[in-house]
């Protein structure tokens, strides 16, 4: 069967053909980092704009690249959230059209699931159970994973998720966007032993995630050394890089260390859920998996349990439709094919096991 995927849920619009759910015959993503990066995060309307400037002449192309025509595919799956409701709703609105006019088979698929199961785009998929993480700019979750569409929340973030943190901080520091990608690079120079900054473990046998405290520990650590008449108008200071020279560590160090603190958390909850359900496999996904960092540590600490590590290459892990296209086959497996188009974008979707 192959699938044409097609994923708007955030900043990235994307499009994938993907065969029996396994082999990506194209994958396709226009980045907005360029038109998002003055603000230090994503503008949603600006997003939506964007979307509906190239959702066309993306889908064409990843058609292109794999030598199909639209009257090939077997079927749609669309991104249906969770996401900013105005991005989805435009590859939605498209994936309707292209369905209605074509007769394919559409399914809806949760952008959550699409990550996990981009996991099975490598050679050597995951085997069940599995415990994975999936961790982003907007979401930290920890799910057991049966089955296909057989997927169960078992821990959560409360606050910031993890990518969020990350994001934040860079633009505290001023050190530009997207924020993940920038303190990964800087903080390879740094020491992340430097500054011992806060982890948030909560209260015991908990397996949710808190990161809004160590984004204001850091915040609070370079306020004691800067002049704090420079502010953003909140009692905020501003400028942290510009102002180094009065801080007692360098930049590297601080986001070496706030970067470690992060992984700390994320390395031990994953492997303490991976013991308590007794899993076969750990499977990571998420744009935070692609920080180096993080994929050294899980690494070294899943093999000690004994388990295998199932880590998708770095432009997996990002958004992309080639996830949506996989868990769309799968999906449709389920269903024996059964498919509508009354549906619509969910910007927050309560809770993935609610979408199997």
Known sequence: MIVLGIESSCDETAAAVVEDGRRILSSVVSSQIVIHRPYGGVVPELASRQHLKVIVPVISEALQRAGVDLPDVDAIAVTQGPGLVGSLLVGVGVAKGLAYATGKPLVAVNHLEGHILAAFLEDSPPSFPAIALVVSGGHTNLYYVKDYGDITLVGRTRDDAAGEAFDKVAKFLDLGYPGGVVIDELARSGNPKAITFPRSYLEKDSLDFSF??????????????????????????????????????????????????????????????????????????????????????????????????ELPRPELCTDNAAMIAAAGFYRLRQTNGDWDLDFDAISRWPDLAASS
């Open 212 to 309: 809004s405290g160590i984004k204001t520990a850091v915040v609070n650590f370079v306020r004691r050394y800067l002049d704090t008449t420079q502010d953003d108008g909140n009692g905020i200071a501003v400028g942290a890089p510009s102002l180094g020279n009065q801080l007692p560590v360098q930049i590297a160090d601080i986001v070496a260390s706030f970067q470690e603190a992060v992984v700390d958390v994320l390395v031990e909850k994953t492997c303490t859920a991976a013991q308590r359900f007794e899993v076969s496999q750990v499977v990571v996904a998420g744009g935070v998996a692609a920080n180096s960092r993080l994929r050294q540590r899980l690494q070294d600490q899943v093999a000690s349990l004994g388990l295998p590590l």
